[in-house]
């Protein structure tokens, strides 16, 4: 069998997926033979950890000799992990260099970039694969087959609400993300997933955005109001902590990848969530107009006591709803971190109002309410994440969902988010043809 050559752009948390799958399910097909980071603390850390399972240990490169890098090791295919507002470069110069390219979501953060992907693609002819978790989730597929198959009809709207919670959401106002200019707002790196989910859904394009938000409860500003007082700059301290802190040394692999490694570029995992320089939004309401005639109504709150989602789906025959509880309680450990409930019971033992679970329904007209059964299997997000990494390393069968997803889905998936940025900071609906990015314009025509 015929090896193909990966190398892995970027050396974060995120990289780990994909380190355990070529050293392990995938390593009679695949091999890292490079690894392209600028810290070399976490290059270090990945190249020990592939050399420690038996394999020949990656090089490790900064990102100036990316080209060097996949002349030099033959590289096939690169994987890259990196900081969202990096992705199109990196992309683009990758294709040019003669590799093919996996990128997580999402695939850019503005239109221009999006565009200048779109030009390397044509340009050079190579493949980009987008991994879209959240369509191999069992519960999302089996919406998607409910849909497919027509029970409730032509689509003509969809309610879509998400929760995060104040461990997961308090979560992105700590790191990177924070700063719009690098990950373009939870619109674009968190809701990305949530937008591709209903293009899917749909099969549809997105045509027109209105959005409304901001950021209400994070941050200095929102501190100040509600009177929290001064606060350390970073969670990693000694002394009291509370609920909202991240403090590294809690977490052995955080430590190693972040902590340890800050000396090499003064990178902070663990800022304060109510410190200032924060620039995205925490809460967010969009409309989104669908070239199928369908509207969709969305929102994102990223302070929830509770993590989860609800869908609804109306149609000209029915209603589907899925209502899915990630995390039914954040609990405070005696005030140290935030602990998740995985038993599902409240500080007292008794059972929780909001176990965690999942319920998909189906009601057609003058019927009553029928469940859809939601088979699961081992592995993250229901076992999606075995079922997505099989198509990115072995290659996509005949898959009757089109679950796998390529650079066209990653621009529509992004372009409401883009969409929705623009519209927060004009205050008016801007139409996704008049981005910028061809393939949207085409799309509209």
């Known amino acids: 069998m015929t090896i193909t050559r990966y190398a892995l752009i970027g050396a974060g948390h995120r990289a780990q997926m994909y380190v355990d799958a070529i050293t392990d399910t995938y390593a009679d097909r695949a091999a890292l033979v490079a690894i392209c980071e600028p810290n070399p603390g976490r290059a270090a850390h990945y190249a020990d950890l592939v050399a420690g399972r038996g394999f020949a240990a990656p090089t490790t490169w900064q990102p100036d000799r990316l080209e060097e890098m996949i002349a030099a090791e033959r590289v096939d295919r690169v994987i890259v992990c990196a900081r969202d507002d990096l992705h199109a470069e990196l992309i683009v110069r990758s294709l040019e260099a003669g590799a093919d390219v996996v990128v997580e979501k999402p695939l850019t953060i503005d239109a221009d970039s999006a565009a200048a992907i779109e030009a390397a693609v044509e340009r050079t002819g190579r493949r ?5 978790n959240y369509r191999y989730s069992p519960r999302n597929s089996a919406l998607r087959q409910v849909l497919q198959e027509g029970l409730i009809g032509e689509i003509t709207s969809i309610d ?54 901001g950021l209400r409860f994070y941050g200095a500003e929102n501190a100040a109001v509600r009177g929290l007082g001064p606060r350390p700059e970073r969670g990693t301290h000694d002394g009291a902590h509370d609920p909202f802190e991240l403090d590294l040394r809690g977490d052995a692999r955080l430590k190693e990848l972040y902590l340890d490694t800050e000396a090499h570029d003064g990178y902070l995992r663990d800022r304060d969530v109510f410190g200032p320089g924060i620039t995205i939004e925490d809460n967010l309401a969009l409309v989104v107009d669908y070239a199928s005639g369908a509207t969709l109504s969305y929102s994102l709150n990223a302070h929830a006591p509770w993590e989860g989602y609800r869908v609804a789906v109306n149609g000209t025959l029915g209603r589907a709803e899925l209502e899915v509880v990630e995390r039914g309680a954040v609990l405070d450990d005696e005030g140290l971190h935030p602990v998740l409930d995985p038993s599902a019971t409240d500080a007292g033992g008794t059972a929780s109002l909001r176990p965690q679970g999942e319920r998909l329904l189906v009601q057609r007209h003058w019927e009553e309410a029928a469940v859809v059964p939601i088979v699961n299997a081992a592995g993250g997000h229901g076992g999606g994440d075995a079922l997505l990494l099989a198509d990115v390393f072995v290659g996509p069968g005949d898959d009757p969902l089109a679950r796998p997803a390529d650079w066209r889905d990653g621009v529509q998936s992004i372009a409401v988010g883009i969409a929705g940025n623009r519209s927060l900071a004009t205050g008016l609906p801007v139409e996704v043809a008049d981005l910028g990015v061809p393939l949207l314009a085409r799309e509209r025509a």
């Not at 980009?128 to 879209?132: A, E, I, N």
């Open 128 to 132: 980009v694969v987008l991994t879209f």
């Open 160 to 213: 879509f609400s998400w929760m995060l919670d104040t461990m997961h959401g308090a979560d992105y106002f700590r790191r990177w993300h924070r700063e719009k200019v690098h990950s373009g707002g939870l619109l674009v790196h968190k809701s990305s997933h949530h937008f591709d989910l209903v293009n899917w859904w749909l099969r549809s394009t997105p045509r027109r955005v209105y959005a409304s938000g």
